[in-house]
């Protein structure tokens, strides 16, 4: 499986950013995508996640200015991110795990396959 995070970029503060993250290979049947996001110094952290339900959830510090969306056609998630702030600089990943109805989309060590990576700099 492979997952190929595009749309980084450096952008002003209040600005916009979409991110898509493709997967191709060997895929499961179902399966749950999250986006997470890691700047310097610090550990990677949960942004949004989108199961196979579509009931997403978002990290509270971009609840109202991101939104996760998926095309299952496309093998395709995106993230949407609007308002950005300096804080949500960052690389951020995407990562594709079996779908689990019963398990929250935040846990990092449940996603089995990760993208590359995109730099997300926001200015100030």
């Known amino acids: 499986v492979q997952l190929q995070a595009s749309g980084g970029g450096l952008v002003q503060t209040g600005g916009s950013l979409r991110l898509s993250c493709a997967v191709s290979g060997r895929t499961f049947s179902n399966y749950d995508m999250g986006w997470f996001r890691q700047a310097p110094g610090k550990e990677r952290e949960f942004v949004a996640d989108i199961p196979w339900s579509d009931m997403t959830d978002y990290a509270d510090s971009v609840k109202g200015r991101f939104t996760v969306s998926r095309d299952n056609a496309k093998n395709t998630v995106y993230l949407q991110m609007n308002s950005l702030k300096p804080e949500d600089t960052a690389a951020y990943y995407c990562?594709?795990?079996?779908?689990?109805?019963?398990?929250?989309?935040?846990?990092?060590?449940?996603?089995?396959?990760w993208g590359q990576g995109t730099q997300v700099t926001v200015s100030s």
């Open positions: 990562a594709v795990r079996p779908s689990r109805p019963l398990l929250s989309g935040t846990l990092i060590d449940e996603y089995k396959y």
